[in-house]
């Protein structure tokens, strides 16, 4: 070190590339090429504010079979600026390589523990094709089954953290449905529970089901040994339109519930599954008026840290997109709010999550 350094220097001494007329001759340059970036992403992007303690994510494969490779998009839902941020894409692969699909997301499955989420990738057009895909959270990568299905869609799916297994249920165009259980890595079919006649199950209905990994029970129907293979019909029951289960706490579950030719209105109550009995009048809550209108789409995600649940809906005749957020416990509505399309494109089209 010499010792030269030790005497302090005027700052405009001679310092090559530092201050003075001797210096850098790129800075302004540098900072004139900031300046721009910084312009062209402002005019071309939305900033906003991140409140990710939420956690709500939002999953959805581009409908546009066109495009090759077929991809899908994963992105965090804000509920306080009510737009998505976007953190990733995937791929996929339908073993064919015309635009007749029109791909959609099935029912989400969640693995806590291990940062992974499973999702159907299906069609809505007459010429189908059903496959599996697994998304790890926290690495990235994801991977889907290799067998590859001509028909059907998924009516719930669910992971069990106990015994480790992911298990669904699934219809085909013979109106049989089918309960198999899936390998966690290939996604290939491992076990078939059963297969019945759609007639004998209750719960099919806009994915609305319940399952309770401690108890072993799907839905309203009781134990038994293993997972169950049948389901009865509840009385004066036709559609509902969600449900939402308390694990562990409660063991209630929050149905909505959309009945009558006159008064559609969507109404939401606490249902016991150990015996099924509905609650009286005064027990009830009205979640949205529609104004006699049917609801073309609805989807209920559970949270349990804040212990409330997010509504996402939207009616069939004006096509308006509802947020609602409701206290699981009190059926207090804490939020609603009217979604527009440059918000959340594409509304209906999206799966909703929350991830721990």
């Given at each position: 070190?010499?010792?030269?350094?030790?005497?302090?220097?005027?700052?405009?001494?001679?310092?090559?590339?530092?201050?003075?007329?001797?210096?850098?001759?790129?800075?302004?340059?540098?900072?004139?090429?900031?300046?721009?970036?910084?312009?062209?992403?402002?005019?071309?992007?939305?900033?906003?504010?991140?409140?990710?303690?939420?956690?709500?994510?939002?999953?959805?494969?581009?409908?546009?079979?066109?495009?090759?490779?077929?991809?899908?998009?994963?992105?965090?839902?804000?509920?306080?600026?009510?737009?998505?941020?976007?953190?990733?894409?995937f791929t996929f692969d339908v073993?064919?390589?015309?635009?007749?699909?029109?791909?959609?997301?099935?029912?989400?499955?969640?693995?806590?523990?291990?940062?992974?989420?499973?999702?159907?990738?299906?069609?809505?057009?007459?010429?189908?094709?059903?496959?599996?895909?697994?998304?790890?959270?926290?690495?990235?990568?994801?991977?889907?089954?290799?067998?590859?299905?001509?028909?059907?869609?998924?009516?719930?799916?669910?992971?069990?953290?106990?015994?480790?297994?992911?298990?669904?249920?699934?219809?085909?165009?013979?109106?049989?449905f089918y309960m198999e259980e899936?390998?966690?890595?290939?996604?290939?079919?491992?076990?078939?529970?059963?297969?019945?006649?759609?007639?004998?199950?209750?719960?099919?209905?806009?994915?609305?089901?319940?399952?309770?990994?401690?108890?072993?029970?799907?839905?309203?129907?009781?134990?038994?040994?293993?997972?169950?293979?049948?389901?009865?019909?509840?009385?004066?029951?036709?559609?509902?339109?969600?449900?939402?289960?308390?694990?562990?706490?409660?063991?209630?579950?929050?149905?909505?519930?959309?009945?009558?030719?006159?008064?559609?209105?969507?109404?939401?109550?606490?249902?016991?599954?150990?015996t099924g009995k509905f609650p009286?009048?005064?027990?009830?809550?009205?979640?949205?008026?529609?104004?006699?209108?049917?609801?073309?789409?609805?989807?209920?995600?559970?949270?349990?840290?804040?212990?409330?649940?997010?509504?996402?809906?939207?009616?069939?005749?004006?096509?308006?997109?509802?947020?609602?957020?409701?206290?699981?416990?009190?059926?207090?509505?804490?939020?609603?709010?009217?979604?527009?399309?440059?918000?959340?494109?594409?509304?209906?089209?999206?799966?909703?999550?929350?991830?721990?």
């Amino acid at each position: 070190y010499p010792e030269r350094h030790l005497e302090k220097r005027h700052p405009l001494a001679f310092m090559p590339f530092g201050v003075g007329p001797r210096n850098c001759v790129g800075m302004k340059f540098a900072l004139i090429e900031m300046k721009i970036v910084l312009t062209r992403l402002l005019r071309q992007y939305t900033i906003l504010k991140s409140t990710t303690c939420d956690k709500y994510y939002a999953i959805k494969p581009y409908s546009d079979a066109s495009v090759f490779p077929h991809y899908g998009n994963i992105s965090l839902f804000d509920t306080e600026t009510k737009f998505f941020l976007p953190i990733a894409n995937f791929t996929f692969d339908v073993n064919d390589t015309s635009d007749l699909y029109y791909f959609v997301a099935g029912p989400v499955a969640v693995n806590i523990d291990d940062s992974i989420i499973y999702m159907p990738v299906e069609c809505a057009t007459s010429f189908q094709r059903l496959l599996l895909l697994s998304y790890n959270m926290k690495t990235g990568k994801y991977y889907q089954s290799k067998w590859i299905l001509s028909s059907g869609v998924f009516h719930f799916l669910f992971y069990d953290p106990i015994r480790r297994r992911l298990f669904g249920l699934r219809d085909v165009s013979t109106f049989t449905f089918y309960m198999e259980e899936y390998d966690l890595k290939t996604l290939d079919v491992v076990k078939v529970y059963t297969q019945q006649d759609g007639e004998k199950y209750a719960f099919t209905y806009a994915e609305c089901s319940s399952f309770d990994y401690n108890e072993n029970w799907c839905s309203t129907i009781g134990k038994k040994e293993d997972i169950v293979t049948e389901f009865r019909l509840m009385p004066d029951v036709h559609n509902f339109v969600t449900m939402t289960y308390d694990i562990e706490i409660t063991k209630l579950i929050l149905c909505t519930w959309q009945h009558g030719s006159i008064d559609r209105d969507i109404i939401m109550f606490h249902l016991d599954p150990s015996t099924g009995k509905f609650p009286v009048a005064n027990k009830t809550r009205t979640l949205l008026k529609t104004d006699h209108k049917l609801i073309d789409y609805a989807q209920a995600v559970w949270n349990p840290e804040q212990r409330e649940v997010l509504f996402m809906i939207t009616d069939e005749d004006d096509d308006i997109n509802y947020m609602i957020r409701v206290n699981f416990d009190t059926l207090e509505i804490l939020e609603k709010k009217v979604i527009n399309e440059k918000q959340i494109p594409a509304f209906a089209w999206w799966k909703y999550l929350y991830f721990l």
